[in-house]
Every structure is written in C-alpha cells, then in structure tokens.
C-alpha cells in the first residue's frame, strides 16, 4: 500500500510569488487535509478536501486555496507569499466516511524570502 | 473555539522511570482526543486515540472529561520512546480537521 507522497520536499520562493504544492493520498482514501507547521509549533489545520470539494477550512485567508482531483490527489496553492508563509505544509489522508486515524505526508518545506 | 494546550516543551526521563505527558483541552463539545507522535527523521503518525482505550507500546491515555485533560503515560519509559508528541482534538464530522497542541520533546536518557 503507498503511502502519502508529497512534492516538491523543499522549495524556496520570494515575497510576492505564488506556489503549489501536491499531495498523493493513501490508496484507497478519497479524503485529504492540509496543514501548516511553523517551527516550534503544532501543525495548523488549513482545509479538507472531500470528493472534489472543499469540507471545512480553518482561520486561512483566502489566498490559500486548493483543489482534489478525480484521483483523490490534491494541490494546495498559495498566492501573494509572505515570509510568514515560511513553514512545512503536510498533508493527510483519510478514508472516507470513518473516524479514523490521518496518515501524513513527509511535508514540503517552504523557504519564503 | 477549540484549543489544545501541551504545558511541557521538553520532558526528559531515565530509561526505566514513569513518563506523563500533559495534554489540557477546552472545547464545548464532546471531542474525540488523539495522541500523535513523530520520531526522528519519521513521519507524524497515529499513537491512540481515547476512544479505542488500547494501550499502544505501553502507553495509555485516559480522557478525564471533568479536568478536560488526555495526559499521556508510560510506567517504564524506553529509549526509543525519544520523539516529538502531539495531542490533537477533533470535534463533530469534520474527519480531517485536527486541533494541534504545540508539541511536546520526550528525550528518554540511557
């Protein structure tokens, strides 16, 4: 069974740019959820993604957008970067209609100067 | 709204000794309470969760629903127990939206 793979594992960008990140879910799992994780800190919740429509947001502004493909893969996008935008964005998945547990992703680590 | 609040950043042990890892909650609801732990160099994965009430490597977690705590123990803490813990909270259908604690750094001494 693969696991949550997630691209690029590092990347660096300058204020002002835009950046998409990808996700490939567990096999089998149609439910994905962005977060974002500060150094120092606990990963933030930014989305959830459940069929192709986004199923609950956290305190994100809107240049924070993403989208679910037939696949069940995803993209989170980010727009306007901020250096406070700094940070690693993990993915999870889950399978769908259960209470189960999120399987993360390694992360990719964004660098914003 | 709700919150997670993990008062330890580090907490370091002798192998052999009993572990507590303080895990506090506010939420209005009736949530459901997880532990998430992340080795070195390892993605964050489930540890337990307080509605399986199971013991996972010797850990165990009760909910106490009155203090609004899901501290996390070990009667004998193990070297490899060293990792980085966190307590997340999730409230009604919202599957994948976890509340995260700040983390707490468990480095067990030989």
């Known amino acids: 069974e693969t696991g949550v793979t997630q691209s690029p594992t590092h990347l660096i960008k300058t204020r002002g740019q835009q950046v998409t990140l990808r996700c490939s879910s567990q096999?089998?799992?149609?439910?994905v959820s962005w977060y974002q994780q500060a150094l120092g800190q606990g990963p933030q919740f930014i989305f959830q993604y459940y069929r192709e429509e986004e199923n609950g947001r956290g305190n994100f502004p809107p240049r924070f957008s993403g989208l679910q493909f037939p696949n069940y893969s995803s993209e989170l996008n980010v727009n306007a970067l901020e250096l406070d935008d700094s940070a690693l964005y993990l993915c999870a998945s889950s399978p769908t209609m259960t209470r189960g547990e999120l399987f993360f992703g390694e992360g990719s680590r964004l660098t914003v100067l | 709204a709700q919150r997670v609040t993990q008062p330890e950043k580090l907490l370091s042990v002798f192998k052999g000794a009993p572990v507590e890892l303080k895990c506090n909650y506010s939420?209005?609801?009736?949530?459901?309470l997880f532990w998430y732990v992340q080795y070195s160099r390892q993605r964050l994965q489930l540890l337990l969760r307080?509605?399986s009430r199971e013991s996972i490597k010797g850990f165990t977690a009760d909910l106490n629903k009155g203090e609004t705590s899901f501290h996390l123990k070990k009667p004998f803490a193990q070297e490899e127990d060293s990792a980085m813990y966190y307590c997340?909270?999730?409230?009604?259908?919202?599957?994948?939206?976890?509340?995260f604690g700040q983390g707490t750094i468990l480095t067990v001494h030989p």
């Open positions: 939420y209005s609801g009736s949530p459901e």
């Open positions: 997340a909270l999730r409230e009604g259908t919202s599957y994948g939206k976890l509340t």
């Open positions: 096999s089998g799992h149609n439910t």
């Open positions: 307080h509605i």
